[in-house]
Protein backbone atom coordinates (compact mmCIF):
# COMPACT_ATOMS: atom_id res chain seq x y z
CA UNK A 1 0.00 0.00 0.00
CA UNK A 2 1.27 3.37 -0.62
CA UNK A 3 2.47 4.72 2.31
CA UNK A 4 4.00 8.67 0.58
CA UNK A 5 1.81 10.85 -1.53
CA UNK A 6 2.01 13.52 -4.49
CA UNK A 7 -0.07 15.90 -6.49
CA UNK A 8 1.81 16.23 -9.00
CA UNK A 9 3.71 14.41 -11.47
CA UNK A 10 7.30 14.99 -12.70
CA UNK A 11 9.09 14.02 -15.46
CA UNK A 12 11.70 15.07 -18.11
CA UNK A 13 10.40 16.86 -21.26
CA UNK A 14 14.16 16.95 -23.38
CA UNK A 15 16.24 18.37 -21.50
CA UNK A 16 14.10 19.95 -18.67
CA UNK A 17 12.57 18.58 -15.59
CA UNK A 18 8.73 19.14 -15.35
CA UNK A 19 6.36 19.76 -12.39
CA UNK A 20 2.89 18.89 -13.53
CA UNK A 21 -0.19 19.44 -11.14
CA UNK A 22 -3.92 20.49 -12.01
CA UNK A 23 -4.25 18.90 -15.19
CA UNK A 24 -7.71 16.91 -16.74
CA UNK A 25 -7.29 13.64 -16.94
CA UNK A 26 -7.97 13.79 -20.50
CA UNK A 27 -5.19 16.11 -21.22
CA UNK A 28 -3.26 14.65 -24.42
CA UNK A 29 0.33 15.02 -24.57
CA UNK A 30 0.00 16.39 -28.10
CA UNK A 31 -2.18 18.88 -26.82
CA UNK A 32 0.40 19.93 -23.98
CA UNK A 33 3.31 20.19 -26.20
CA UNK A 34 1.77 22.31 -29.02
CA UNK A 35 -0.84 24.75 -26.68
CA UNK A 36 1.22 24.89 -23.62
CA UNK A 37 4.46 24.23 -24.78
CA UNK A 38 4.42 25.38 -28.08
CA UNK A 39 6.58 22.00 -29.52
CA UNK A 40 4.38 22.34 -32.97
CA UNK A 41 6.87 20.15 -34.84
CA UNK A 42 4.55 17.08 -32.99
CA UNK A 43 1.58 17.12 -35.89
CA UNK A 44 -2.12 16.51 -35.19
CA UNK A 45 -3.41 14.39 -38.33
CA UNK A 46 -5.93 11.66 -37.39
CA UNK A 47 -6.14 11.94 -33.37
CA UNK A 48 -6.36 8.00 -33.20
CA UNK A 49 -2.71 6.87 -33.44
CA UNK A 50 -3.29 5.53 -36.74
CA UNK A 51 -1.13 8.34 -38.93
CA UNK A 52 1.79 8.60 -36.53
CA UNK A 53 2.18 12.70 -36.93
CA UNK A 54 2.07 12.93 -33.59
CA UNK A 55 5.30 10.52 -32.74
CA UNK A 56 7.28 11.33 -30.20
CA UNK A 57 9.96 8.99 -27.76
CA UNK A 58 8.93 8.40 -24.55
CA UNK A 59 11.97 6.61 -22.11
CA UNK A 60 11.18 4.63 -19.52
CA UNK A 61 13.87 2.59 -16.52
CA UNK A 62 13.05 -1.40 -17.16
CA UNK A 63 14.87 -3.33 -14.30
CA UNK A 64 18.03 -0.67 -14.25
CA UNK A 65 17.93 -0.09 -18.30
CA UNK A 66 16.67 2.88 -20.11
CA UNK A 67 14.76 2.30 -23.18
CA UNK A 68 12.92 4.65 -25.38
CA UNK A 69 9.98 3.59 -27.40
CA UNK A 70 7.78 5.18 -30.01
CA UNK A 71 4.18 6.46 -28.98
CA UNK A 72 1.46 8.54 -30.26
CA UNK A 73 1.39 11.16 -28.26
CA UNK A 74 -2.34 12.45 -29.57
CA UNK A 75 -3.96 9.55 -27.19
CA UNK A 76 -1.00 9.60 -24.73
CA UNK A 77 -2.49 10.94 -21.65
CA UNK A 78 -0.28 13.25 -19.84
CA UNK A 79 -0.62 11.89 -16.52
CA UNK A 80 0.76 8.70 -17.66
CA UNK A 81 4.37 10.24 -18.00
CA UNK A 82 5.64 10.43 -14.12
CA UNK A 83 9.18 9.56 -14.17
CA UNK A 84 9.78 9.33 -18.10
CA UNK A 85 11.51 10.88 -20.59
CA UNK A 86 9.57 12.39 -23.45
CA UNK A 87 11.38 13.41 -26.15
CA UNK A 88 10.05 15.76 -29.22
CA UNK A 89 11.63 16.20 -32.79
CA UNK A 90 12.93 19.31 -31.57
CA UNK A 91 15.44 17.19 -29.24
CA UNK A 92 16.63 15.03 -31.73
CA UNK A 93 19.65 16.37 -32.77
CA UNK A 94 23.17 16.49 -32.54
CA UNK A 95 24.47 18.09 -29.44
CA UNK A 96 26.02 20.60 -31.73
CA UNK A 97 22.39 21.51 -33.16
CA UNK A 98 23.58 19.93 -36.69
CA UNK A 99 20.99 17.45 -37.92
CA UNK A 100 20.62 13.99 -36.88
CA UNK A 101 21.80 10.91 -38.88
CA UNK A 102 18.24 10.56 -39.41
CA UNK A 103 17.18 13.52 -40.19
CA UNK A 104 20.23 14.16 -42.18
CA UNK A 105 19.81 10.88 -44.34
CA UNK A 106 15.88 11.98 -45.02
CA UNK A 107 17.90 15.48 -46.81
CA UNK A 108 19.96 13.55 -48.94
CA UNK A 109 17.55 10.54 -49.81
CA UNK A 110 14.10 13.31 -50.20
CA UNK A 111 12.50 11.41 -47.80
CA UNK A 112 9.93 14.59 -47.25
CA UNK A 113 8.03 16.06 -49.63
CA UNK A 114 4.60 18.05 -48.02
CA UNK A 115 6.38 17.92 -44.62
CA UNK A 116 3.63 17.03 -42.58
CA UNK A 117 4.30 13.41 -41.54
CA UNK A 118 8.26 14.11 -41.21
CA UNK A 119 8.65 14.83 -37.90
CA UNK A 120 6.87 11.78 -36.97
CA UNK A 121 8.68 9.91 -39.61
CA UNK A 122 12.05 10.86 -38.15
CA UNK A 123 10.90 10.21 -34.64
CA UNK A 124 10.06 6.71 -35.29
CA UNK A 125 12.97 5.93 -36.98
CA UNK A 126 14.92 7.62 -34.43
CA UNK A 127 13.96 5.30 -31.85
CA UNK A 128 15.07 2.75 -34.66
CA UNK A 129 18.69 4.03 -34.74
CA UNK A 130 19.13 3.86 -30.89
CA UNK A 131 17.92 0.77 -30.74
CA UNK A 132 18.88 -1.76 -33.73
CA UNK A 133 22.15 -1.19 -35.37
CA UNK A 134 21.42 -3.51 -38.57
CA UNK A 135 18.35 -2.88 -39.18
CA UNK A 136 16.52 -5.04 -42.05
CA UNK A 137 14.86 -3.41 -44.67
CA UNK A 138 11.76 -5.84 -43.03
CA UNK A 139 12.67 -4.03 -39.66
CA UNK A 140 12.55 -0.70 -41.06
CA UNK A 141 8.97 -1.29 -43.02
CA UNK A 142 7.73 -2.79 -39.51
CA UNK A 143 8.78 0.45 -37.47
CA UNK A 144 7.21 2.81 -40.29
CA UNK A 145 3.70 0.60 -40.13
CA UNK A 146 2.57 3.28 -37.44
CA UNK A 147 3.39 6.44 -40.33
CA UNK A 148 1.52 7.09 -43.03
CA UNK A 149 2.70 9.15 -45.83
CA UNK A 150 1.35 10.37 -48.91
CA UNK A 151 3.66 11.57 -50.79
CA UNK A 152 6.47 9.39 -51.46
CA UNK A 153 5.80 5.79 -51.86
CA UNK A 154 8.47 5.44 -48.81
CA UNK A 155 11.51 3.80 -50.89
CA UNK A 156 13.32 7.08 -50.19
CA UNK A 157 12.29 7.16 -46.46
CA UNK A 158 13.26 3.51 -46.23
CA UNK A 159 16.80 4.19 -47.75
CA UNK A 160 17.13 7.05 -45.85
CA UNK A 161 17.12 4.71 -42.56
CA UNK A 162 18.98 2.27 -44.39
CA UNK A 163 21.25 5.22 -44.40
CA UNK A 164 21.06 5.91 -41.69
CA UNK A 165 22.15 2.89 -39.72
CA UNK A 166 25.90 3.18 -41.14
CA UNK A 167 26.23 6.01 -38.51
CA UNK A 168 26.57 4.54 -34.99
CA UNK A 169 24.96 6.32 -31.81
CA UNK A 170 27.54 8.14 -29.90
CA UNK A 171 27.70 11.22 -27.32
CA UNK A 172 29.20 12.75 -30.42
CA UNK A 173 26.29 12.36 -32.66
CA UNK A 174 23.02 12.30 -30.18
CA UNK A 175 21.67 14.18 -27.41
CA UNK A 176 20.43 11.10 -25.82
CA UNK A 177 23.62 9.07 -25.68
CA UNK A 178 25.15 11.84 -24.67
CA UNK A 179 22.96 12.24 -21.87
CA UNK A 180 21.91 8.81 -21.03
CA UNK A 181 23.73 8.20 -17.40
CA UNK A 182 22.17 11.75 -16.02
CA UNK A 183 18.43 10.87 -17.62
CA UNK A 184 19.01 7.30 -15.49
CA UNK A 185 20.07 9.14 -12.27
CA UNK A 186 16.92 11.52 -12.61
CA UNK A 187 14.68 8.81 -13.96
CA UNK A 188 15.53 6.77 -10.47
CA UNK A 189 15.14 9.23 -8.46
CA UNK A 190 11.90 10.31 -10.12
CA UNK A 191 10.38 7.18 -9.38
CA UNK A 192 9.66 7.22 -5.99
CA UNK A 193 7.18 4.76 -5.54
CA UNK A 194 4.54 7.65 -4.01
CA UNK A 195 0.80 7.20 -4.96
CA UNK A 196 -0.29 10.19 -7.11
CA UNK A 197 -3.17 12.15 -6.77
CA UNK A 198 -3.97 14.78 -9.48
CA UNK A 199 -7.24 17.14 -8.44
CA UNK A 200 -9.38 18.90 -11.60
CA UNK A 201 -12.28 20.84 -12.63
CA UNK A 202 -12.46 17.87 -14.95
CA UNK A 203 -12.28 15.05 -12.19
CA UNK A 204 -9.02 13.09 -10.45
CA UNK A 205 -6.56 11.38 -12.03
CA UNK A 206 -5.18 8.60 -10.06
CA UNK A 207 -1.45 6.62 -10.18
CA UNK A 208 -1.50 3.61 -7.59
CA UNK A 209 2.01 3.32 -6.20
CA UNK A 210 2.13 -0.39 -6.64
CA UNK A 211 -0.47 -3.43 -7.54
CA UNK A 212 -1.52 -3.74 -4.19
CA UNK A 213 -3.07 -0.24 -4.08
CA UNK A 214 -4.25 -0.18 -7.41
CA UNK A 215 -6.59 -2.78 -6.02
CA UNK A 216 -7.49 -0.54 -3.01
CA UNK A 217 -8.02 2.18 -5.35
CA UNK A 218 -10.35 0.71 -7.66
CA UNK A 219 -12.18 -1.19 -4.86
CA UNK A 220 -13.15 2.37 -3.49
CA UNK A 221 -14.00 3.61 -6.72
CA UNK A 222 -15.12 0.92 -9.55
CA UNK A 223 -16.49 3.57 -11.36
CA UNK A 224 -13.37 4.70 -12.28
CA UNK A 225 -11.46 4.37 -15.86
CA UNK A 226 -8.93 2.08 -15.88
CA UNK A 227 -6.30 3.25 -18.46
CA UNK A 228 -2.99 1.15 -19.48
CA UNK A 229 -1.90 2.33 -22.97
CA UNK A 230 -4.97 4.10 -23.58
CA UNK A 231 -4.61 2.95 -27.41
CA UNK A 232 -8.60 2.52 -26.76
CA UNK A 233 -9.51 5.18 -23.99
CA UNK A 234 -7.49 8.22 -26.08
CA UNK A 235 -9.86 7.40 -29.04
CA UNK A 236 -12.77 7.34 -26.25
CA UNK A 237 -11.58 11.18 -25.51
CA UNK A 238 -10.84 11.86 -28.72
CA UNK A 239 -13.67 10.80 -31.07
CA UNK A 240 -16.04 10.09 -29.05
CA UNK A 241 -15.81 13.10 -26.62
CA UNK A 242 -16.58 10.92 -23.42
CA UNK A 243 -16.02 12.23 -20.07
CA UNK A 244 -13.58 9.29 -18.37
CA UNK A 245 -12.98 10.44 -15.25
CA UNK A 246 -11.98 9.70 -12.44
CA UNK A 247 -9.19 8.13 -13.93
CA UNK A 248 -6.57 5.08 -12.51
CA UNK A 249 -3.51 5.00 -14.75
CA UNK A 250 -1.63 1.59 -14.50
CA UNK A 251 0.72 1.63 -17.44
CA UNK A 252 3.61 2.25 -15.04
CA UNK A 253 3.14 -0.96 -12.68
CA UNK A 254 5.70 -3.33 -12.94
CA UNK A 255 3.48 -5.81 -10.98
CA UNK A 256 1.52 -5.78 -13.54
CA UNK A 257 4.25 -6.79 -16.64
CA UNK A 258 5.40 -10.33 -15.36
CA UNK A 259 6.25 -12.59 -18.21
CA UNK A 260 7.08 -15.89 -17.48
CA UNK A 261 7.73 -18.87 -19.93
CA UNK A 262 8.11 -22.30 -18.71
CA UNK A 263 7.03 -25.72 -19.74
CA UNK A 264 3.58 -25.41 -18.47
CA UNK A 265 3.26 -22.19 -20.69
CA UNK A 266 2.83 -18.46 -21.08
CA UNK A 267 1.45 -16.20 -18.29
CA UNK A 268 1.72 -12.17 -19.27
CA UNK A 269 0.40 -9.62 -16.74
CA UNK A 270 -2.46 -7.34 -17.49
CA UNK A 271 0.15 -4.44 -18.55
CA UNK A 272 2.50 -6.16 -20.58
CA UNK A 273 2.48 -4.11 -23.76
CA UNK A 274 2.43 -6.41 -27.08
CA UNK A 275 6.21 -5.19 -28.24
CA UNK A 276 7.39 -6.57 -24.70
CA UNK A 277 5.03 -9.51 -25.32
CA UNK A 278 6.57 -10.49 -28.64
CA UNK A 279 9.68 -12.18 -27.63
CA UNK A 280 8.65 -15.04 -24.75
CA UNK A 281 4.91 -15.29 -27.00
CA UNK A 282 6.54 -16.17 -30.47
CA UNK A 283 8.79 -18.74 -28.88
CA UNK A 284 5.99 -20.28 -27.07
CA UNK A 285 3.95 -19.88 -30.23
CA UNK A 286 5.67 -18.92 -33.39
CA UNK A 287 2.18 -19.10 -35.22
CA UNK A 288 1.42 -15.71 -33.57
CA UNK A 289 4.27 -13.93 -35.12
CA UNK A 290 2.68 -12.43 -38.10
CA UNK A 291 -0.36 -11.65 -36.55
CA UNK A 292 1.35 -9.88 -33.52
CA UNK A 293 3.34 -7.75 -36.14
CA UNK A 294 0.11 -6.83 -37.66
CA UNK A 295 -1.38 -4.85 -34.61
CA UNK A 296 -1.78 -1.48 -34.98
CA UNK A 297 1.64 0.03 -35.69
CA UNK A 298 4.99 -0.03 -34.17
CA UNK A 299 3.51 2.93 -31.69
CA UNK A 300 0.27 1.49 -30.65
CA UNK A 301 2.21 -1.69 -29.91
CA UNK A 302 4.77 0.36 -27.12
CA UNK A 303 1.52 1.56 -26.10
CA UNK A 304 -0.97 -1.30 -26.18
CA UNK A 305 -1.52 -4.12 -23.56
CA UNK A 306 -2.73 -7.13 -23.55
CA UNK A 307 -4.90 -7.04 -20.34
CA UNK A 308 -6.45 -3.73 -21.93
CA UNK A 309 -7.55 -5.53 -24.64
CA UNK A 310 -9.19 -8.40 -23.31
CA UNK A 311 -10.60 -6.33 -20.39
CA UNK A 312 -12.07 -4.37 -22.95
CA UNK A 313 -14.01 -7.18 -24.51
CA UNK A 314 -14.31 -6.19 -28.27
CA UNK A 315 -15.13 -8.58 -30.59
CA UNK A 316 -12.98 -7.74 -33.12
CA UNK A 317 -9.62 -7.39 -30.55
CA UNK A 318 -6.73 -9.42 -31.73
CA UNK A 319 -5.56 -11.38 -28.52
CA UNK A 320 -8.52 -12.91 -27.72
CA UNK A 321 -9.34 -15.65 -30.78
CA UNK A 322 -5.66 -17.17 -30.81
CA UNK A 323 -5.88 -17.03 -26.58
CA UNK A 324 -9.54 -19.14 -26.53
CA UNK A 325 -8.26 -21.37 -29.03
CA UNK A 326 -4.77 -22.15 -26.91
CA UNK A 327 -7.84 -22.45 -23.84
CA UNK A 328 -6.39 -19.52 -21.44
CA UNK A 329 -7.11 -18.47 -18.78
CA UNK A 330 -7.67 -15.31 -16.81
CA UNK A 331 -6.90 -14.03 -13.43
CA UNK A 332 -9.38 -11.00 -11.75
CA UNK A 333 -8.51 -9.34 -8.88
CA UNK A 334 -10.32 -7.60 -6.36
CA UNK A 335 -9.30 -5.91 -3.28
CA UNK A 336 -6.81 -8.72 -1.95
CA UNK A 337 -9.32 -11.57 -3.62
CA UNK A 338 -8.53 -13.29 -7.20
CA UNK A 339 -10.62 -15.64 -9.00
CA UNK A 340 -9.35 -17.28 -12.34
CA UNK A 341 -11.72 -18.37 -15.05
CA UNK A 342 -11.48 -19.74 -18.52
CA UNK A 343 -10.64 -16.73 -21.11
CA UNK A 344 -13.84 -17.46 -22.94
CA UNK A 345 -15.94 -17.31 -20.06
CA UNK A 346 -15.09 -13.77 -19.72
CA UNK A 347 -17.05 -12.47 -22.47
CA UNK A 348 -20.85 -12.78 -21.61
CA UNK A 349 -22.52 -10.51 -24.56
CA UNK A 350 -21.50 -7.07 -26.80
CA UNK A 351 -19.22 -5.14 -24.26
CA UNK A 352 -20.38 -7.03 -21.25
CA UNK A 353 -18.33 -9.20 -19.45
CA UNK A 354 -17.91 -11.34 -16.75
CA UNK A 355 -16.50 -8.34 -14.38
CA UNK A 356 -17.60 -6.78 -11.03
CA UNK A 357 -17.69 -3.52 -9.81
CA UNK A 358 -13.97 -2.76 -8.28
CA UNK A 359 -11.78 -6.31 -10.25
CA UNK A 360 -9.78 -6.01 -13.09
CA UNK A 361 -7.75 -8.38 -15.63
CA UNK A 362 -4.44 -9.37 -13.74
CA UNK A 363 -2.94 -11.60 -15.96
CA UNK A 364 -3.58 -14.11 -18.63
CA UNK A 365 -2.21 -17.62 -18.61
CA UNK A 366 -1.67 -19.99 -22.29
CA UNK A 367 -1.07 -23.64 -21.40
CA UNK A 368 1.85 -24.60 -23.68
CA UNK A 369 0.73 -26.45 -27.12
CA UNK A 370 0.96 -30.16 -27.50
CA UNK A 371 4.41 -31.10 -29.70
CA UNK A 372 2.01 -32.82 -31.85
CA UNK A 373 -0.60 -30.33 -31.73
CA UNK A 374 -1.39 -27.76 -35.24
CA UNK A 375 -2.10 -24.30 -34.61
CA UNK A 376 -2.46 -21.24 -36.78
CA UNK A 377 -3.88 -17.55 -36.49
CA UNK A 378 -5.03 -15.42 -39.18
CA UNK A 379 -6.39 -11.48 -39.98
CA UNK A 380 -8.46 -10.44 -42.37
CA UNK A 381 -8.23 -6.48 -42.90
CA UNK A 382 -9.16 -3.82 -45.46
CA UNK A 383 -5.36 -2.84 -45.12
CA UNK A 384 -2.66 -5.33 -44.47
CA UNK A 385 -0.98 -3.34 -41.97
CA UNK A 386 -1.98 -0.95 -38.95
CA UNK A 387 -5.14 -1.94 -39.47
CA UNK A 388 -8.08 -3.44 -37.41
CA UNK A 389 -9.71 -6.81 -37.93
CA UNK A 390 -12.18 -7.61 -40.07
CA UNK A 391 -12.29 -11.22 -38.70
CA UNK A 392 -10.03 -13.05 -36.82
CA UNK A 393 -9.35 -16.69 -36.62
CA UNK A 394 -7.53 -18.97 -34.79
CA UNK A 395 -7.74 -22.76 -34.60
CA UNK A 396 -6.16 -26.05 -32.38
CA UNK A 397 -6.60 -29.79 -33.67
CA UNK A 398 -4.55 -32.80 -32.28
CA UNK A 399 -4.65 -35.86 -34.10
CA UNK A 400 -4.54 -39.34 -32.32
CA UNK A 401 -2.55 -42.39 -34.03
CA UNK A 402 -5.73 -43.52 -36.23
CA UNK A 403 -5.68 -39.77 -37.74
CA UNK A 404 -9.08 -39.09 -35.85
CA UNK A 405 -9.36 -35.75 -34.28
CA UNK A 406 -8.38 -36.10 -30.78
CA UNK A 407 -9.17 -32.35 -29.61
CA UNK A 408 -10.24 -28.89 -31.61
CA UNK A 409 -10.30 -25.65 -30.26
CA UNK A 410 -11.82 -22.83 -33.00
CA UNK A 411 -12.18 -19.17 -32.32
CA UNK A 412 -13.15 -16.42 -33.84
CA UNK A 413 -13.66 -12.58 -33.36
CA UNK A 414 -15.75 -10.23 -35.92
CA UNK A 415 -18.12 -13.19 -36.01
CA UNK A 416 -20.84 -12.18 -33.12
CA UNK A 417 -20.87 -9.49 -30.41
CA UNK A 418 -17.74 -11.23 -28.29
CA UNK A 419 -14.50 -13.51 -29.43
CA UNK A 420 -16.70 -16.73 -29.34
CA UNK A 421 -15.81 -20.08 -29.87
CA UNK A 422 -17.30 -22.13 -33.12
CA UNK A 423 -18.40 -25.26 -31.20
CA UNK A 424 -20.70 -26.52 -33.94
CA UNK A 425 -17.90 -26.92 -36.11
CA UNK A 426 -16.10 -28.23 -33.28
CA UNK A 427 -18.56 -30.85 -33.25
CA UNK A 428 -18.67 -32.01 -36.75
CA UNK A 429 -14.85 -32.60 -36.26
CA UNK A 430 -14.53 -34.15 -32.97
CA UNK A 431 -13.53 -38.14 -33.18
CA UNK A 432 -13.66 -37.92 -37.10
CA UNK A 433 -11.00 -38.75 -40.00
CA UNK A 434 -8.74 -35.39 -40.64
CA UNK A 435 -10.29 -35.27 -44.43
CA UNK A 436 -11.41 -32.87 -46.92
CA UNK A 437 -15.06 -34.43 -46.52
CA UNK A 438 -14.89 -33.78 -42.33
CA UNK A 439 -13.73 -30.22 -43.20
CA UNK A 440 -16.05 -29.48 -45.52
CA UNK A 441 -18.88 -30.65 -43.52
CA UNK A 442 -17.34 -28.79 -40.08
CA UNK A 443 -17.41 -25.45 -42.68
CA UNK A 444 -20.80 -25.70 -43.41
CA UNK A 445 -21.22 -25.82 -39.41
CA UNK A 446 -20.13 -22.27 -39.57
CA UNK A 447 -23.63 -21.05 -40.24
CA UNK A 448 -24.78 -22.62 -37.16
CA UNK A 449 -22.51 -21.17 -34.69
CA UNK A 450 -22.42 -17.50 -36.46
CA UNK A 451 -24.85 -14.82 -37.69
CA UNK A 452 -22.28 -12.16 -38.72
CA UNK A 453 -23.23 -8.59 -39.24
CA UNK A 454 -22.17 -6.73 -42.22
CA UNK A 455 -20.58 -3.16 -41.20
CA UNK A 456 -18.13 -0.81 -42.98
CA UNK A 457 -15.55 -3.40 -42.37
CA UNK A 458 -17.25 -6.11 -44.40
CA UNK A 459 -20.68 -7.95 -45.19
CA UNK A 460 -21.86 -10.82 -43.16
CA UNK A 461 -21.68 -12.70 -46.26
CA UNK A 462 -18.10 -11.67 -46.92
CA UNK A 463 -16.97 -12.69 -43.44
CA UNK A 464 -19.10 -16.12 -43.36
CA UNK A 465 -17.40 -17.15 -46.70
CA UNK A 466 -13.72 -16.43 -45.26
CA UNK A 467 -14.74 -17.47 -42.35
CA UNK A 468 -15.25 -20.76 -44.18
CA UNK A 469 -12.30 -20.45 -46.76
CA UNK A 470 -9.76 -20.03 -43.83
CA UNK A 471 -11.13 -23.68 -42.07
CA UNK A 472 -10.22 -24.87 -45.39
CA UNK A 473 -6.66 -23.33 -45.73
CA UNK A 474 -6.11 -24.37 -42.08
CA UNK A 475 -6.55 -27.83 -43.04
CA UNK A 476 -4.54 -27.81 -46.73
CA UNK A 477 -1.57 -26.42 -44.53
CA UNK A 478 -1.94 -29.15 -42.07
CA UNK A 479 -1.58 -31.94 -44.79
CA UNK A 480 1.46 -30.06 -46.53
CA UNK A 481 0.42 -27.36 -49.11
CA UNK A 482 2.64 -24.33 -48.32
CA UNK A 483 2.60 -23.46 -44.82
CA UNK A 484 3.15 -20.62 -42.48
CA UNK A 485 2.24 -22.65 -39.59
CA UNK A 486 4.76 -25.43 -37.68
CA UNK A 487 4.12 -27.61 -34.45
CA UNK A 488 5.59 -26.37 -31.33
CA UNK A 489 9.45 -26.67 -30.71
CA UNK A 490 11.10 -27.34 -27.52
CA UNK A 491 11.48 -24.71 -25.61
CA UNK A 492 14.81 -25.76 -24.82
CA UNK A 493 15.11 -25.18 -28.51
CA UNK A 494 12.84 -21.74 -28.28
Known amino acids: ?64 V ?34 SAVQQAMVDHHGSQCGFCTPGIVASLHALWLADPEPTEADIERQLQGNLCRCTGYE ?75 TDVGLWVTKHLREIAPVILVGHLDGLKEIALDEDGLTLGAGVSYT ?53 TVTLRKGKERRTMPLEAFFLDYGKQDRRPGEFVESVFAPALADDAFFAVYKISKRRDEDISALCAAFRVTLDSEGLVASVRIAFGGMAGTPKRAKAAEAALLG ?63
Open 1 to 64: MAETHRSFIRFLLNDQTIELAGFAPDLTLLDWLRIDRRLTGTKEGCAEGDCGACTVLVGRMDNG
Open 66 to 99: LTYESVNACIRFVGSLDATHVVTVEHMNRPDGAL
Open 156 to 230: PIVKAAVAAAKTIPSEDNDRLVKAYAETVETLTALADGARVTIESERGTTYLPADVDDLAALYEAHPGATIVAGS
Open 276 to 328: AARGALVSAFPQMAELWDRIGGEQVRNMGTIGGNIANGSPIGDTPPPLIALDA
Open 432 to 494: QAWTWDTVSQAREALATDYQPLSDWRASAEYRMLSAQNLMIRFFLETCGAPVRIERRPALAEA
